[in-house]
């Protein structure tokens, strides 16, 4: 094969043998191992990682597992040991189906080879199950001749990683009492009494953290380029990063899901949790869960558990 070449998987298997059906399969006859990217199937079970970074020298790939956290197991572990074992990866994309039939056909890209520096990330997604869990998603790299394809698909990982790659000038814990300067523009349409509910709220949960013998900080964060920016509540010793609010409804979780994202990048190895004074709709608590953040709330005056399976909450 060349790359670029567009084939069925029965022409293949035919010449390499192996599982005509997996999406990572080894090859019968040869020191290969084939590695099929298909996005409508991916975005079918909701997720799609796989495709290109935008200088389209890196290819992320999903891992197999449908149900339940990924494991370096079966086909994940001959991509993440294929050089070990002496066996070259050769990455196919989906671009089409057979005309008239349900056929896929796919473009071989060439060979790659697994990143040695960062091999994979984890990523949450939800399992055909619809349960979220973690997924391993590949770092490849080209080996020789390749081409990008007829039809680029360009990573939805990238502008993470970049955006991960932005560093701050300055981040520095800071006493709860600190005065909180910057306010959003949405925050600035919400009521006083909210205000002062999210006070109130975030108040009791520093005293129940305390209790717990949990040193509480606050972040100022200082990015390149921009004013500062304070986190609410940080729990050292749990270490948990906390967002809070003084209501519960739709736009205030998702206000908070993007503060508390966008401290978290910066505050290296923090885990993340959003802070609320009554229970939210089922959907957000997923939203959250599926963002790997934790959804904290205040169940009686004083007494405080996660809606999540996360266990942000001492």
Same mark, same amino acid.
């Given at each position: 094969?060349?790359?670029?070449?567009?084939?069925?998987?029965?022409? *293949?298997?035919?010449?390499?043998?192996?599982?005509?059906?997996?999406?990572?399969?080894?090859?019968?006859?040869?020191?290969?191992?084939?590695? !099929?990217?298909?996005?409508?199937?991916?975005?079918?079970?909701?997720?799609?990682?796989?495709?290109?970074?935008?200088?389209?020298? /890196?290819?992320?790939?999903?891992?197999?597992?449908?149900?339940?956290?990924?494991?370096?197991?079966?086909?994940?572990?001959?991509?993440?040991?294929?050089?070990?074992?002496?066996?070259?990866?050769?990455?196919?994309?989906?671009?089409?189906?057979?005309?008239?039939?349900?056929?896929?056909?796919?473009?071989?890209?060439?060979?790659?080879?697994?990143?040695?520096?960062?091999?994979?990330?984890?990523?949450?997604?939800?399992?055909?199950?619809?349960?979220?869990?973690?997924?391993?998603?590949?770092?490849?790299?080209?080996?020789?001749?390749?081409?990008?394809?007829?039809?680029?698909?360009?990573?939805?990982?990238?502008?993470?990683?970049?955006?991960?790659?932005?560093?701050?000038?300055?981040?520095?814990? %800071?006493?709860?009492?600190?005065?909180?300067?910057?306010?959003?523009?949405?925050?600035?349409? *919400?009521?006083?009494? %909210?205000?002062?509910?999210?006070?109130?709220?975030?108040?009791?949960?520093?005293?129940?953290?305390?209790?717990?013998?949990?040193?509480?900080?606050? !972040?100022?964060?200082?990015?390149?380029?921009?004013?500062?920016?304070?986190?609410?509540?940080?729990?050292?010793?749990?270490?948990?990063?906390?967002?809070?609010?003084?209501?519960?409804?739709?736009?205030?979780?998702?206000?908070?899901?993007?503060?508390?994202?966008?401290?978290?990048?910066?505050?290296?190895?923090?885990? /993340?949790?959003?802070?609320?004074?009554?229970?939210?709709?089922?959907?957000?608590?997923?939203?959250?869960?599926?963002?790997?953040?934790?959804?904290?709330?205040?169940?009686?005056?004083?007494?405080?558990?996660?809606?999540?399976? /996360?266990?942000?909450?001492?």
């Amino acid at each position: 094969m060349q790359p670029g070449e567009t084939l069925v998987r029965s022409q *293949i298997h035919g010449a390499y043998g192996g599982n005509s059906q997996a999406g990572i399969a080894f090859s019968g006859s040869t020191p290969n191992v084939l590695v !099929y990217s298909d996005h409508g199937k991916a975005a079918a079970n909701g997720y799609d990682f796989d495709g290109w970074d935008s200088s389209r020298r /890196l290819y992320y790939y999903t891992g197999e597992g449908k149900v339940g956290d990924q494991v370096v197991l079966r086909g994940n572990k001959a991509i993440a040991n294929h050089v070990a074992d002496g066996n070259a990866l050769r990455l196919f994309v989906a671009v089409g189906n057979v005309p008239g039939t349900q056929t896929r056909v796919h473009q071989y890209l060439g060979e790659f080879a697994v990143d040695t520096n960062q091999p994979y990330l984890t990523k949450t997604a939800p399992g055909i199950d619809g349960v979220p869990r973690q997924v391993l998603v590949f770092r490849l790299i080209p080996v020789g001749p390749f081409v990008v394809g007829d039809d680029p698909h360009t990573s939805p990982i990238d502008g993470a990683d970049r955006a991960a790659e932005v560093k701050p000038i300055g981040v520095e814990a %800071i006493p709860v009492a600190a005065v909180r300067t910057e306010q959003s523009e949405v925050e600035k349409t *919400i009521s006083g009494p %909210i205000v002062q509910v999210e006070a109130q709220l975030t108040q009791r949960f520093q005293k129940y953290l305390q209790s717990r013998d949990h040193a509480v900080v606050r !972040y100022k964060i200082v990015p390149v380029g921009s004013p500062a920016i304070y986190s609410d509540l940080a729990d050292v010793t749990g270490n948990v990063l906390y967002e809070a609010k003084g209501c519960a409804d739709r736009m205030s979780v998702r206000l908070a899901l993007g503060q508390v994202l966008d401290y978290g990048r910066y505050v290296d190895g923090s885990r /993340l949790a959003i802070l609320l004074p009554e229970y939210p709709a089922a959907d957000l608590v997923e939203l959250l869960e599926m963002h790997d953040v934790g959804c904290v709330v205040e169940a009686g005056e004083g007494n405080f558990v996660d809606m999540t399976s /996360l266990g942000r909450c001492p």
